[in-house]
């Protein structure tokens, strides 16, 4: 398994703004985890036919799923995999790429995808902002999902955040024309920058003025049903690869 350090990941070259494949973009934020026994069992057991280890080499994935007629959605930052599980559960005719570098998350998804015989959903543990560079081929993509990313709650952290310009530039060179990005927060804040910077991108098209409503196939959380009980509010944006 390939956990990566934050040092691990792109790094800034002031020489060179506009080379993103050298600029540093943060695509998580590394958390410790104490693994079940399950899980562990999962990622000595299931990773070797349902995981892929990082190397710097494009990936075939119609060759990983080993099918090529599939719609190919990456679900980036998957947490405990819950959701990822449900979808591909959900949506059969569609395969999931699963990027997270959380280990336990890692493990959980694993176990799921044993418990739940699912075939459609390939794991990979590392920094999505490099599988994105050096794995994915460009216009390979039909969709991609980020769920809950972690917010950095200030507006002057702008450059740890996840959903930055630089990064939704570089995700929009490996979409297909017409394929889609859809991003959900139960942060208020974060969900208007969200807006602001998939606005600000020439390369998509919000499907809605503003907000899009709850797409069928991405299901309620637990915590999200506990939220809307008590008056909290969850925003997903959808917009569409021009």
């Known amino acids: 398994m390939n956990e990566l350090n934050p040092t691990q990941s792109i790094q800034d070259n002031p020489a060179d703004d506009n080379d993103l494949s050298q600029r540093r973009i943060r695509s998580f934020v590394l958390r410790q985890g104490r693994l079940t026994k399950g899980q562990a069992r999962a990622l000595e057991t299931v990773f070797p036919k349902f995981g892929i ?39 059969p005719e569609c395969d999931f790429l699963a990027a997270e570098v959380h280990t336990p998350g890692v493990g959980a ?10 075939t459609n959903i390939r794991v990979i543990q590392h920094d999505v902002v490099e599988v994105l560079h050096n794995m994915i081929a460009d216009a390979s993509l039909d969709g991609v999902h980020i769920f ?19 990064f939704i ?13 859809h991003v959900a927060t139960d942060w208020q804040e974060y969900a208007e920058w969200v807006l602001e910077v998939l606005n600000a991108e020439p390369q998509l098209q919000n499907t809605a003025k503003d907000y899009a409503v709850k797409p069928d196939y991405r299901p309620l959380t637990k915590f999200e049903n506990r939220g809307i009980k008590l008056g909290h509010g969850v925003w997903d944006m959808v917009f569409i690869r021009r």
């Open 169 to 181: 530039k570089l995700l929009c060179s490996k979409l297909k024309v017409g394929a889609y990005i």
């Open 109 to 118: 998804l694993l176990k799921l995808i044993d418990e739940q015989a699912l």
């Open 53 to 91: 280890t990082y190397q710097p080499e494009l990936l075939d994935l119609n060759a990983k799923f080993g099918r090529a007629d599939s719609k190919k959605i990456l679900e980036i930052g998957f947490g405990m995999g819950e959701t990822t599980a449900k979808i591909a559960a959900t949506l």
């Open 148 to 166: 809950f990313p972690d917010p950095w709650h200030k507006k002057r952290h702008h450059k740890r955040r996840l959903i930055q310009a630089e």
